[in-house]
């Protein structure tokens, strides 16, 4: 292994070199006329992973290629493990914010400025560098790796599904190991072990067969707006708890370990306030706000809609209302579940007056790896060891569909292992990583395979 | 009076052949193409109003001009009452569904069908034509009479506010009589003795700065469309009655009489369910539909805005949240004094983690004319003269803004003795007016004169 480090670095500044070239390519997934960027861009990965001792492949879909590439293959099963990222990236307009051009990479200080440099080209070239320092010292890697490096992560990952589904056979992993979130700060090296999922629905309530006269009408019917609102209203209490029967009862407790590690995270809830915009927080009693927003379920309308919305008035009583609704699910509630006692509670407190009709997705199951598990375990100590602080165990509030993809059609666990900082503008202009970072990730990436095996 | 009746029997035929001259002018007031029809059409009816022995001017307005036509002259101090009306009509569109061209006047059986045989042409024509009885059999008329008739009320009467302000000096009545308003049927001759007033709002809860990321956030901030739904919610109890204190202090309980009144009305609960299209009928607990609709106050919301309204789902919090409302009220709540209790009961109730919002407009106010006064008391004789039926006394639910200026500008209160039937089809293809009902009018109109004076 000291050869592995020792290489990784006297040789950061020719990776970041390469980093360089990468990042050159507008591989912007979302724009048509860079259909041919992200084909060079998924060459030149081709090219780099043959050069540095993989065998790499493009597998063509109806997309952009997705590209595989592995570690030589040797005799006897070993542990195998799975490296995911994206060579795609999001638009870089608008232009005008840019201090320097999205696709001409800046080096300010230990920032490295451009389009895609955090998300995600940065951080899965942190993997291949330290696969290199493994095949370029000529050190035992302990495990076969797959790099798995897809074109539409940025708008979708539409062909990432069926192609893991054609492959499932094939594509047996023993974890897949995704860069690809964040860390809260350069001394808080992270492990995020919990997702949230979703359910969705939408809920209209129809009452007169047309708008009414409120004049001529009002009083004698239902109003659908004011209906809606009461149902709504009665799916959240006092406590700011969900009242759907039985939302809460798969909820995996908070356990004090975790309460630990999420109050290690920076920033109050003053800040957050500030942050948001807001007069006064508010969720559910008993909560931080880090906890309501990550470890907690929750009922959210997205979009209310009902009779006239222009200027001035319209006394009318409107035939329908409509909201949309999304839910936040945590470890272990289940989405079709969830979906079910939510429609029922709905029927149930829904007013005779008015017609309820609801149309519902499928939903995204949430995502946890248990924190004292041996793989956590495993990255939790590679992580402290290239960072050289204490990691933190993080959730994320949102879902990655992909996560979810792995875990359905593999069967397979991730470890989401980001080495993005809050700062770094993913998404927006003036996107940077941090080149602490890549080497730390390097580092990490190199000491993950050693603990990973020895969990094994 | 037998030669004033006598005249009216023996001239009907002539009558309805001028009434379809006056229909037959497009007088379109939506329409600015149609601002040639409306300005020959008030020449047409100076020119008619001086042929019966009126006499006539027109006054221009910043719109269309208003018509005043008066009686002759008498020595000495008489009662004088207005007659008010509109020439303008509704547009006529879809013209696919009229059965016979609108403004080609066709007879079947005793429906006259064109536009504006209802709403207005044929109710104030009624009126004319029992003056011109008066005027060439020589009776003697016993009051004063002016007759307005504007041409920008199916637009909204903008000129006619300022023109009564203008003038209020010299445009003094005992009591204004408009037909304008409906009977629920042939043998069930009415008078309109209550309107419901009006109060509008619109409320905005303002939570994030911007739409939020119900991932990363959801379950940390308020979300600002459940605020308003539970805001709103609280509006409204389990009996259907408004929360705001003090909503119903200056509500006018609804007398025995007036009961007895609104249950000779035709039609049941389940008809008018059918005929709203809604499973089932809602209102405040205690109160029939019709005394609903009339009687009582109501908080309707007229629209709902927050958030995504479009396609499939978008999972955000809103950063806003919008309702349209209007209030409708009764004698003697005031616009006013319902609007800073509103006020003050949304502040009252609306939770600290939004910011609320309200802009409210001035209001009109209900209106009610003392049922068992002498004025209504001399109409009713005439109507029940008029049509051999015993006339009802009604109530509707919208209002007539008119009938407030009228009160508030030259202090006079209106007599509605709407001639026109339910199925008359005002504001819809087909628009008709029944000729029974035309004559009805012009005998009521006649008898009314005398009736009025003896009240005074």
Redesign the interface.
């Known amino acids: 292994m000291k050869a592995v480090l020792e290489y990784l670095k006297t040789n950061q500044s020719r990776f970041v070199d390469e980093l360089c070239e990468l990042l050159r390519f507008p591989s912007v997934s979302a724009q048509p006329q860079h259909t041919p960027d992200l084909h060079a861009c998924a060459d030149w990965l081709v090219e780099h992973c043959r050069r540095i001792g993989l065998s790499a492949e493009l597998c063509p879909t109806p997309g952009h290629p997705i590209m595989l590439a592995r570690t030589p293959r040797r005799a006897g099963a070993r542990p195998h493990f799975l490296v995911y990222g994206h060579y795609d990236v999001q638009p870089p307009e608008p232009f005008d914010l840019w201090n320097s051009p999205p696709f001409e990479p800046t080096i300010r200080g230990r920032h490295l400025i451009a389009r895609g440099a955090a998300d995600n080209k940065g951080q899965h070239f942190a993997h291949l560098k330290a696969v290199e320092a493994y095949l370029k010292t000529g050190t035992d890697l302990p495990c076969d790796l797959t790099f798995l490096l897809e074109g539409e992560e940025e708008t979708g990952s539409a062909s990432l599904t069926p192609f893991l589904r054609a492959r499932r056979r094939e594509l047996r992993y023993d974890a897949v190991v995704i860069s690809d979130t964040g860390m809260p700060a350069k001394n808080l090296p992270a492990l995020t072990y919990a997702l ?1 999922g ?1 359910a ?1 629905l ?1 809920v209209t309530l129809r ?4 708008d ?12 659908p ?2 209906a ?3 149902l ?5 209490d006092a406590k700011g708890r969900v009242t759907i029967p039985g939302f809460y009862e798969d909820v995996v407790a908070i356990t004090p370990l975790e309460r630990k590690q999420l109050r290690r995270l920076p920033g109050s809830e003053e800040g ?1 306030r500030r942050f ?9 009693k008993g909560f931080t ?1 880090t906890e ?2 990550t470890a ?14 222009g200027e001035g ?6 035939a329908w ?1 409509r ?2 609704i ?1 839910m ?1 699910l945590v470890a272990d509630q289940q989405p079709e579940r969830i979906m079910k006692a939510t429609i029922a509670w709905l029927k149930q407190l829904c ?5 309820l009709e609801i149309s519902a ?1 499928h939903g995204a199951p949430p995502y946890l790896v248990e924190p004292t598990g041996a793989h956590v375990q495993a990255a939790l100590r590679s992580l402290r060891a290239a960072f050289r602080h204490e990691p933190v165990l993080i959730r ?4 990655i569909p992909i996560v979810s993809d792995f875990k359905r059609i593999l069967g397979v666990d991730s470890l989401l292992l980001g080495l993005a900082l809050p700062d770094d503008n993913a998404h927006s202009p003036n996107e940077k990583f941090d080149l602490d970072c890549f080497a730390g990730g390097q580092r990490m990436s190199a000491l993950l395979w050693q603990e990973l095996v020895k969990a094994e």
């Open positions: 949230r979703c969705s939408e009452g007169p067969s047309r009414l006269h409120s004049g001529s009408f009002g009083g004698s019917v239902e109003n707006a004011m809606l609102c009461q709504l209203a009665k799916m959240r957050c948001l915009g807001v007069p006064a927080l508010y969720g559910e706000s309501r927003t907690r379920p929750t009922f959210e309308i997205n979009g209310l809609t009902s009779g006239y919305q008035g319209k006394t009318i009583i409107p209302a909201a949309k999304t936040r007013p005779r007056t008015v017609r997705d994320e509030g949102g879902s």
